[in-house]
Each structure stands twice: as structure tokens, then as C-alpha cells.
């Protein structure tokens, strides 16, 4: 198997060698992300937002899921696009510059469907009642050090209406990451004291 790999790639010219490695190392990407999602890794939506896609919220409790460029160059994204200009350039490398253009032209669209449909999907998971103050009463864990005396804050994962979300918190006494706690009040637009269970 290893000299057929080996005489197959050692025939290929420069150029598509480079498209074949891009195109298998963003399908195994893909793959990888595709498992972790069947399993469930990573498919909570956090009320922070982070490089994650998650909702923030604002002063009023609302969260807000607008587009911008970070969501454009999300990890998905980024992945789509190698796989698909991989595979365009596999397709069309050889016919030089224009086969090029043809695997970035490709690469491009999917980075933009990629990021348009998370983009989507977001506003679609996005529960536009949900009120800051439907987070008191409820547990969760410390997920960022809350240090003592409600001067700085730390951050809290809670689990509301079936998904993980992030909140940012203040405590009377300091609370080190893994301490569970249950949601006491909100203290201002973003901020809630939380307390020990």
C-alpha cells in the first residue's frame, strides 16, 4: 500500500501535490469534526461570546448573533475552505492559473456558505425571550476563577434549556474553577453574583 501511495505521489507534479495534501488534510479535518459533533463535543452555545460563534448578552438580556468577519474565518469555515480549494486544485491544478483561480473560486464559496449557514443555524438555536434574570436559581460551574469581594469577575458555565452557556460572574468569597454554584442575582447588564452550593 505504502509504494502505491508512494508511486502515486512521486509522479504528481509540485503543484498538485500541493493540492492533494491540502485537500486530504481538510477532509480529515472534517472528519474529525464530524465525529466530535456525533458525539456531542463541542455543540453548546455559550451566552459569551467567543471564538466559539456563542450569544452575548446585552444589558436588556437579549442576545445578539450578528454576522461579522470573525464568524467569516471561524474554524469551519477556515476548513471548508482548504478542503474545497484542495479538491478544486485537484480537479483543475492542471490547468495552471486558470485551474488555480477555478480551486480558489471554490474554496472561497464554501468558506462563505460555511460561515452564512453557522451564521443561520445561530440565529435559528437563538431564543430571542430569554431574559437575563431567567438565569438566577439556576446551577452551574465555575469555569474562570471568580476572585472574593464582587470586584473582578470570572466566568460560569450554566445549564440552561438543554445547552451549555457561559455567564460572566462576581462573588463575596473567592471560587476557584470547579466549584459548583447556583445563580444568586443580577448584579448589572453582564454581571451576576453567584454563590456556593
Known amino acids: ?6 508511486g502515486f505521489f512521486s509522479e504528481l507534479s509540485g503543484d498538485m501535490k500541493f493540492y492533494w495534501a ?3 488534510f481538510g477532509s480529515f479535518i ?4 464530524l465525529v466530535m459533533a456525533m458525539f456531542g463535543f463541542g455543540a453548546g452555545h455559550d451566552v459569551d461570546t467567543s ?3 456563542g450569544h ?3 444589558a436588556t438580556g437579549h442576545a445578539d448573533a450578528g454576522f461579522s468577519i470573525f464568524k467569516l474565518f471561524s474554524v469551519q469555515s477556515v476548513v471548508a475552505f482548504i478542503t474545497f480549494f484542495g479538491w478544486g486544485g485537484v480537479i483543475w491544478g492542471k ?4 485551474g488555480f483561480f477555478a480551486a480558489l473560486a471554490c474554496g472561497l ?3 462563505f456558505a460555511t460561515s452564512f449557514i453557522l451564521y443561520y443555524l445561530m440565529k435559528l438555536q437563538q431564543s430571542g425571550n430569554i431574559e437575563a434574570n431567567d438565569f438566577i436559581g439556576c446551577s452551574g460551574t465555575v469555569y474562570m476563577n471568580i476572585p472574593a469581594g464582587r470586584t473582578q469577575s470570572g466566568k460560569v458555565t450554566v445549564n440552561f434549556k438543554g445547552c451549555t452557556r457561559e455567564i460572566t460572574a ?3 468569597d473567592e471560587l476557584p474553577t470547579g466549584t459548583a454554584v447556583t445563580i444568586a442575582q443580577q448584579i448589572d447588564g453582564r454581571r451576576f453574583l453567584v454563590k456556593k452550593i
Open 170 to 172: 462576581v462573588a463575596d
Open 22 to 24: 491540502l485537500a486530504l
Open 95 to 98: 490547468n495552471g492559473l486558470t
Open 51 to 53: 471564538a466559539a460563534g
Open 56 to 58: 452575548d448578552v446585552d
Open 30 to 33: 472534517f472528519l474529525i469534526q
Open 1 to 6: 500500500m505504502d509504494a502505491i501511495w508512494n
Open 109 to 111: 464559496f464554501m468558506m
